[in-house]
């Protein structure tokens, strides 16, 4: 069985996958002056990013992309100790590249070489390489085992664009950017019960099964 945990956010996305302009349009505010500005501008830009977040929430993966990383206490299904188990995978959510494994045994932290990265699974995951198992970790290290990797959707402009943002998506955090804006006098974070029922029939197709929401 994959082994899913949630990864922390090692660098937090730079680009939005919805530009003002377009959070603009969408609200249908109109906009003065040159360059081109509305009362609202910094209200709408932290709503964008608060929007996406509950889009990636509810979907379980990374939108805008943005570099996690996953800790385990051991490889699933690998060797610690003396205890060898049926190999499992790593499940890496919204992965568009890997940049580093790295696992602590009784000599030290190593990186890992070898392995097999197969994104034809959804989520996509990480395995042992061919013939060979887990290495071997340290009984007490916590996460002793650290995968980083690259996660999201390639933004508008990106070269290769390998996974582009899918339309819906791309609607659906619109539909909740609406939501957040007309309710803006609101105290409390929206809850995944109020994002509007057609951001979820958008954003549903591209569920995973671990998402929490």
């Given at each position: 069985m994959t082994i899913f945990?949630?990864?922390?956010?090692?660098?937090?996305?730079?680009?939005?996958?919805?530009?003002?302009a377009e959070a603009r349009l969408h609200l249908r505010l109109d906009v003065y002056d040159s360059p081109a500005m509305h009362p609202d501008d910094d209200l709408v830009t932290a709503q964008i990013s608060a929007a996406r977040e509950v889009a990636e929430k509810f979907i379980g993966?990374?939108?805008?992309?943005?570099?996690?990383?996953?800790?385990?206490?051991?490889?699933?299904?690998?060797?610690?100790g003396s205890c060898r188990r049926a190999q499992e995978p790593i499940a890496l959510p919204g992965l568009l590249s890997?940049?580093?494994?790295?696992?602590?045994d009784g000599t030290g932290s190593h990186?890992?070489?070898?392995?097999?990265?197969?994104q034809f699974t959804?989520?996509?995951?990480?395995?042992?390489?061919?013939?060979?198992?887990?290495?071997?970790?340290?009984?007490?290290?916590?996460?002793a085992v650290r995968v980083r990797y690259l996660a999201?959707?390639?933004?508008?402009?990106?070269?290769?664009?390998?996974?582009?943002?899918?339309?819906p998506v791309r609607s659906a955090i619109l539909l909740?950017?609406?939501h957040l804006y007309e309710n803006r006098e609101d105290t409390a974070p929206i809850t995944i019960e109020e994002i509007p029922m057609g951001a979820k029939w958008l954003l549903r197709p591209y569920r995973l099964e671990s998402a929490l929401a």
């Open positions: 945990k949630l990864p922390r956010v090692i660098a937090r996305p730079t680009v939005e996958p919805v530009s003002l993966r990374a939108i805008a992309v943005q570099t996690l990383e996953i800790g385990l206490d051991e490889f699933p299904g690998g060797t610690v890997l940049l580093s494994v790295t696992y602590v990186a890992l070489s070898s392995y097999q990265l197969d959804n989520p996509p995951t990480l395995r042992p390489a061919a013939g060979e198992d887990w290495p071997i970790v340290s009984e007490d290290t916590a996460n999201g959707y390639t933004a508008q402009g990106d070269l290769p664009d390998t996974d582009p943002l899918p339309s909740i950017l609406g």
